[in-house]
Every structure is written in structure tokens, then in C-alpha cells.
């Protein structure tokens, strides 16, 4: 079946200017996370939604991100007013239903690879 | 707080040579293994993980690792090598007590010479 899919693959932007990367889960995975992975690093959790809820958002960094999942489906994580250090892969998973404190496999997508110039 | 370290940023082995990826882990808290691989220009994809049980743990294309507690250790390995191994591989963590978020380390890059 489908992956996990996240548009666009690539995005460069200016800095200071508003920026949207979508994700859509596996049909029916209830839990959504996005990470993000700076060069030569692991990925690093930004936030997690268990249905339409943000269930753990202690990982954005800083009010200019926030993200949404209106429908408990696809996702889109928002930036505002981006500065070059949000250069990085934004990577997001989804896992059948969030529970058992991380033990449910989450299934990544490719990523969308931002450059703020 | 979780922290995952990957003591070794690359490693160069031959094919069909065995190879160890060493992870040490440290938390305050139980914790589940994994460990990931990421293939140029892929998702992170699960190779395996820890959950409880035996500490042997086997995944898929033939990778194991083994959970050692008192070493607080999760090493990955694999008997032999095949060109197709190459790739980053990322070892995480993550707490049972409730939160869902894994932990990454920072990677390590296999790379298989022919």
C-alpha cells in the first residue's frame, strides 16, 4: 500500500518569507509526528497529533512553527517569517495508533528538504 | 530526558566482512530500542527494535542487535555485508512513560567496499 508522502520533496524560500509542508499519513494511522533533520544529524521531534490534536508539540522550537491536522489525516507544518537556520529535511511519520509510549512503529515519508536563503 | 550516542560517524568495511554499529543510550527511565536505516534520497525506514523480551533482537536484511542493560548498549550487526548496505543507519530511544517521540542519534554512515 501507500506510504508515507510529504510535498513538496523540495522547497527553497527567502528568508523571512511564510512557508507550508504537507504530509499525508498511511490510511488509517491515527498518530502523526514530524521531525526535523538538521545536515549530519538525527532527526529531532518537532511535534505529534493523535487524531486532530496536537498530543505533544514540546519540540517546535519556537512560535514561529506551528502545525495543523484539521481532518485527523494530512498535516501541514507551517513557518513563519523563516530565518536560514529552518534550512534542514522535514521529515513526518505516522504509527497505526500512537500508543505503548513509542513502541508503535512509526513509518516515515522521504521528506521535504527546505532552504531559506 | 533521553540521549542516544553513535560513537562512530562512519564506518568503512569491506563486503562480506561482518560489521558492529555501537549505540549507548541514557536514560532516567525504561526505554524502547530501534534502530533505523535511511537509504540515499528514502524515508527512515525500521529495521528493528526492543520492546521487552529476549535481547537478541532480528530485524530484516539480515541485521540483529543486542539491548545490553548494564552497558546501557544496542548494538547493531550483521555477519556479512552486501553493497546494498550502504547507507546511514540511526539508532533511537524512546520512554515508557507515555511520551511518543523517539530520540535520535546522530547517525552513523556504513559504507561497503566492494
Known amino acids: ?117 | 530526558a533521553q540521549s542516544v550516542t553513535q560513537l562512530d560517524s562512519q564506518v568503512p568495511v569491506f563486503e562480506e566482512a561482518p560489521v558492529e554499529l555501537r549505540c549507548n543510550y541514557s536514560s532516567s527511565v525504561s526505554v524502547y530500542l530501534f534502530w533505523y536505516v535511511q537509504y540515499p534520497n528514502q524515508g527512515l525506514q525500521l529495521l528493528l527494535k526492543y520492546l521487552s523480551g529476549s535481547t537478541l533482537v532480528k530485524g530484516i536484511n539480515g541485521f540483529e542487535a543486542e539491548f545490553n542493560k548494564s552497558q546501557t548498549s544496542f548494538h547493531l550487526r550483521k555477519p556479512s555485508v552486501h553493497i546494498s548496505d550502504t547507507a546511514e543507519y540511526f539508532c533511537a530511544v524512546s520512554d515508557l512513560s507515555g511520551a511518543n517521540n523517539l530520540f535520535f542519534g546522530t547517525g552513523t554512515r556504513l559504507t561497503v567496499i566492494p
Open chain 1, 1 to 117: 500500500g501507500a506510504g508515507v508522502s510529504q510535498t513538496p520533496s523540495n522547497k527553497v524560500t527567502e528568508k523571512g518569507k511564510y512557508v507550508e509542508l504537507r504530509c499525508d499519513p498511511i490510511s488509517g494511522h491515527t498518530a502523526l509526528y514530524w521531525y526535523r533533520q538538521s545536515l549530519g544529524q538525527g532527526p529531532e521531534f518537532l511535534i505529534y497529533f493523535q487524531g486532530t490534536g496536537a498530543a505533544d508539540d514540546s519540540g517546535l522550537p519556537n512560535d514561529r512553527f506551528f502545525a495543523v491536522r484539521p481532518e485527523g489525516s494530512v498535516s501541514t507544518l507551517k513557518i513563519q517569517r523563516t530565518e536560514r537556520g529552518d534550512s534542514a529535511v522535514y521529515l513526518c511519520a505516522s504509527s497505526l495508533t500512537g500508543s505503548g509510549g513509542g513502541a508503535d512503529t512509526q513509518y516515515f515519508g522521504p521528506g521535504t528538504r527546505l532552504t531559506v536563503l
